[in-house]
């Protein structure tokens, strides 16, 4: 399972928000730096709105969306990258996920300290930014340098290797993040060889006052970081309240629903942040359906039907023949897998077939 690591200075809000999310007290939540040592992981399931309409289509109960894994990285302060704080420890764990979810503080609270002494998320953003590409740096001139022997034994891979990364070292040098570096698509693929910190898509998280979720433009802290997350390239923004959802994750489901009428909204905005952390992680979910339950299988985009059969059963994809695919649209405009069939809605796609978000399916494969 793909995994997103949940970083940014201490007391933002991050492990308030891991808690939440997962519904758990796996992270502790404290009022001082480093309250969060080893990083905490929990499974996230991901909100589908399409789940319900298609159990009721096929009459089950049971409904089982999509998941991801989160983790809880303990807080990273200024120097990170020179050992300060956990240094070696916190890159080392930012290292091992796919992607990253970076809470950032927008609101005021004399109650909680700020490791910094001032509420601007801007700052608190290039801090650990900034500490993402001092790693890079020194990773970048150390994997040079070992590149450059190879390149010498005519290896022309090593060589393309090593011309991308003596355009990286001046780039990082400038204090600019990996992924803004101008590549085409053969390089960006070649980046991921790397394994760069500052080349992991980011979701940027901007935690807010509880009554501020209603109408998050009402907080100049988060239209100014807006515009600053706009110009960093592969990185999203989104407005969450960590403190409502950890409170929202106490309630039953009809006083959640009461709680959040009161407040005049529909969502804390978690849900938005595990959907764009889904998109983030290059994620999507086909869909099953039969009396047993509705079901969202997790593949990646790109991914063809035998290998998507393969998500449910590693035998389906060494036994793939034919898959019966209809879009989620059409399954609920039509009324049943029948009147789809019917209607010329319900294909029957081969081994090359490139699965879209929100195929409904029935895979065929041999005894």
């Not at 700020?114 to 509420?119: L, S």
């Not at 070992?146 to 001046?170: C, F, H, M, W, Y």
Request: glycine share 6%; proline share 4%; net charge negative.
């Amino acid at each position: 399972m793909l995994q997103a690591g949940i970083l940014g200075l201490p007391n933002v809000g991050k492990s308030t928000l891991f808690n939440a999310l997962t519904k758990t007290r796996k992270a502790e939540a404290a009022n001082y730096p480093f309250c969060t040592i080893d990083p905490n992981v929990g499974v996230v399931q991901v909100p589908d709105t399409r789940l319900e309409p298609l159990a009721k289509l096929v009459n089950t109960s049971s409904l089982i969306p999509a998941a991801i894994e989160m983790v809880d990285i303990a807080g990273l302060v200024a120097g990170a990258s020179k050992g300060e704080g956990l240094g070696n420890k916190f890159l080392a764990n930012v290292r091992e996920v796919d992607a990253l979810v970076h809470v950032v503080r927008c609101f005021e609270d004399e109650d909680i300290i700020h490791n910094m002494g001032r509420v601007d998320p801007v700052a608190d953003a290039e801090i650990i930014m900034t500490e993402l590409i001092l790693a890079d740096a020194d990773s970048v001139n150390s994997q040079h340098q070992k590149t450059q022997k190879k390149a010498r034994g005519n290896d022309k891979d090593a060589a393309t290797s090593v011309a991308l990364l003596e355009r990286l070292i001046p780039h990082l040098d400038e204090g600019k993040p990996a992924n803004l570096l101008p590549m085409d698509e053969e390089e960006k693929e070649r980046l991921k060889t790397f394994h760069l910190l500052s080349s992991k898509p980011m979701l940027y998280a901007c935690n807010l006052k509880e009554d501020e979720i209603a109408d998050p433009t009402s907080n100049a802290r988060f239209v100014a970081f807006q515009e600053w997350a706009a110009s960093q390239q592969d990185a999203a923004c989104c407005a969450i309240s960590a403190k409502m959802e950890e409170e929202l994750s106490e309630l039953a489901d009809d006083e959640a629903l009461e709680y959040l009428e009161a407040m005049g909204v529909q969502d804390s905005g978690v849900t938005s942040l595990i959907q764009g952390t889904y998109e983030l992680l290059g994620l999507a979910s086909f869909l099953t359906a039969g009396e047993m339950e509705a079901r969202a299988w997790t593949f990646r985009k790109g991914m063809t039907a035998p290998q998507c059969a393969g998500v449910i059963h590693t035998d389906f994809e060494k036994k793939f023949i034919k898959a019966e695919v209809v879009s989620y649209d059409d399954l609920i405009a039509t009324g049943s897998m029948s009147a789809a069939r019917d209607a010329g809605k319900l294909r029957l796609e081969g081994k090359e077939y490139v699965f879209a978000d929100g195929d409904v399916v029935l895979f065929k494969c041999n005894a």
